[in-house]
């Protein structure tokens, strides 16, 4: 049975927070407009993988686990100020094994700043 995945995560992401990619699993016919809150024919069991990579090729963390019985996945990271650069990131997700899987390239970006630092005058 062939696989597709349907992935939810942060189009940015502040130092001092946690950055949260969801994976969800289909068989790949069922679920036909890549819904992700479809609630039918999710396939548990799946690896995931998620390297994620700055865009100077400099590697951040890599994600790994499986799906649950729901066909769920969800990993987390948290960004540390001053050791993360800032600036855009490229997530390579897999999902299955060398018989069966699906891949998907997104992009994110560490906004390198803490939520709440500027002073009043912006600064």
Known sequence: M???MVISQPHDIYWRQIYTINVKVFEADKNPLNN?????YLV???????DINHESGRHLTTIEGTTNE????????YVRDNLDWGGKYNVHVVAGDESNNDTED???????????????TGG
């Open 2 to 4: 062939p696989i597709k």
């Open 36 to 40: 992700y809150w479809f609630k039918e």
């Open 44 to 50: 548990p069991n799946v690896p995931i993988l998620i």
């Open 70 to 77: 729901d066909g769920y996945f969800k990993g987390q990271y």
């Open 106 to 120: 997104l992009t994110t970006f560490i906004i390198s700043e803490i939520i709440g630092a500027r002073n009043a």
